[in-house]
C-alpha cells in the first residue's frame, strides 16, 4: 500500500506535459552555418558531414528561399577561397567568396539575417587564425588590424552581424572601431568570446579546409578544463563591445554556457558545432540512435542551459520537426 500522507509526482498527461514544460525550443532560436566555396555551380557534399553541403555563392538563391520559406531567422557565413596566402588577403577582397554570398542573399531574401564569421584561418595557407611571425607563432597584434579589415568589408558587403571566431585579444574592441568609424554603428558584434580548443570541430576543418599545416590552436584557444578563464574572457569581451556572446562547442560546455547566462546580461549564443552534429548523424546512421528525439533532445539541454539562440547544422530539420 502506498503510504497516505507521501507525496505524489504530478502525473503528466500530453497536455499537462504541454503546459508544465520549462524549456521550449522555438524556430526563432535558430542560426543555419553555411559554407561558401568560391566558384560556379557548386553544390558538394561535405563527406564528414552528411547531409551539408559546400555552395557556390551562385547556388545560395535556392538554398536561402528554403531556408526562408522554414522561417528561420539567420545563416552564418564560412568562407573557402581558390586562393590562400599567408596574410588572408582573400578574406577582405571587396569581391571575396563571402562578400558575393552575402550580396546573393540579400538581393534574394533580404529578411534573412545574414551572419558572417570572422577569421583567417580558412583564407591562410599555414591554416591559423592569423598572422605569423618568424617562429611560426600567431602575432596577435597583427592580426587584429587584418581582422577589422575583414569585419569591414563584410559590413559593406551587408552582413547584419559581425562575429569574430578568432580568439585574438582586443579583436571585439578593434572591430567596433573600425565599424563606427566607417558608419557602421549599427552592426552588432556576436563574439566567439569562449571559444575551447576543441577536437570537435574536426570534421569543420574538413569542410572548410582549414586545418593547421602545423601546430594547433591551443596558444590562442580556451582549455577545455577552465570555467573561470571564460568568465574573465566574457568580460573583457564585454567590454570592449560585444552585443552577443557565444559559448562554443555546445554539449561537452553545458556547464560554461550556465555560468555565462547567469553572470552576464547579454544575450547567449551557443554553437553545436560540426563535431556534436557528425556524431549524432554517425549513430543515427548506423540505427544506434533515434535521429530526430536525439537531435530535439540534445537543443533542448542547450536551451535549458541557459542559451537564447543556437548555431546549429540540424536547423532546416529541426524547423520541419516544429511545424
Ligand atoms: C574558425 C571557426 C571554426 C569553427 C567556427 N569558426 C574552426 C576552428 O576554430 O578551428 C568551428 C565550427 C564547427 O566545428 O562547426 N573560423
Known amino acids: 500500500m502506498f503510504p497516505e500522507n507521501r507525496p505524489r509526482r504530478l502525473r503528466q498527461t500530453e497536455t499537462i506535459r504541454k503546459m508544465v514544460k520549462e524549456t521550449h525550443v522555438l524556430v526563432d532560436d535558430l542560426i543555419y552555418p553555411?559554407?561558401?566555396?568560391?566558384?560556379?555551380s557548386i553544390k558538394e557534399p561535405i563527406s564528414s558531414m552528411p547531409d551539408q553541403f559546400r555552395y557556390s555563392p551562385d547556388m545560395l538563391p535556392?538554398?536561402?528561399?528554403?531556408?526562408?520559406?522554414?522561417?528561420?531567422?539567420?545563416v552564418?557565413?564560412?568562407?573557402?577561397?581558390?586562393?590562400?596566402?599567408?596574410?588572408?588577403?582573400?578574406?577582405?577582397?571587396?569581391?571575396?567568396?563571402v562578400q558575393q554570398a552575402i550580396k546573393m542573399i540579400k538581393d534574394t531574401t533580404p529578411d534573412l539575417l545574414v551572419i558572417t564569421d570572422v577569421c583567417m584561418c580558412e583564407y591562410t595557407d599555414h591554416g591559423h587564425c592569423g598572422v605569423l611571425d618568424e617562429d611560426g607563432n600567431v602575432s596577435n597584434d597583427d592580426t587584429l588590424e587584418v581582422l577589422a579589415k575583414i569585419a569591414l568589408s563584410h559590413a559593406k558587403a551587408g552582413s547584419d552581424i559581425i562575429a569574430p571566431s578568432d580568439m585574438m585579444d582586443g579583436r571585439v574592441g578593434i572591430i567596433r572601431d573600425a565599424l563606427d568609424d566607417s558608419g557602421f554603428e549599427n552592426i552588432p558584434i556576436m563574439s566567439y568570446a569562449i571559444k575551447y580548443a576543441s577536437a570537435f570541430y574536426g570534421p569543420f576543418r574538413d569542410a572548410a579546409g582549414s586545418k593547421p599545416a602545423f601546430?594547433?590552436?591551443?596558444?590562442?584557444?580556451?582549455?577545455?578544463?577552465?570555467?573561470?578563464e571564460a568568465l574573465r574572457e566574457a568580460t573583457l569581451d564585454m567590454e570592449e563591445g560585444a552585443d552577443i556572446l557565444m559559448v562554443k562547442p555546445a554539449m561537452p560546455y553545458l556547464d560554461v554556457v550556465r555560468v555565462i547566462a547567469d553572470e552576464f546580461d547579454l544575450p547567449l549564443?551557443?554553437?553545436?558545432?560540426?563535431?556534436?552534429?557528425?556524431?549524432?548523424?554517425?549513430?543515427?546512421?548506423?540505427?544506434?540512435?533515434?535521429?530526430?528525439?536525439?537531435i530535439m533532445e540534445s537543443i533542448t539541454g542547450i536551451k535549458r542551459a541557459g542559451a537564447d539562440m543556437i548555431i546549429t547544422y540540424f536547423a532546416p530539420k529541426l524547423a520541419k520537426m516544429l511545424k
Request: one cysteine or more.
Open 76 to 97: 552564418l557565413l564560412f568562407g573557402i577561397p581558390k586562393k590562400k596566402d599567408k596574410f588572408g588577403t582573400e578574406a577582405h577582397k571587396k569581391d571575396g567568396v
Open 62 to 74: 535556392k538554398v536561402v528561399k528554403e531556408i526562408a520559406s522554414l522561417k528561420i531567422p539567420a
Open 269 to 294: 549564443c551557443a554553437y553545436q558545432v560540426s563535431g556534436e552534429y557528425s556524431m549524432i548523424k554517425a549513430a543515427a546512421g548506423r540505427g544506434w540512435l533515434d535521429e530526430d528525439t536525439v
Open 215 to 228: 601546430g594547433n590552436r591551443k596558444s590562442y584557444q580556451m582549455d577545455p578544463a577552465n570555467v573561470r
Open 34 to 40: 553555411l559554407f561558401i566555396k568560391e566558384g560556379r
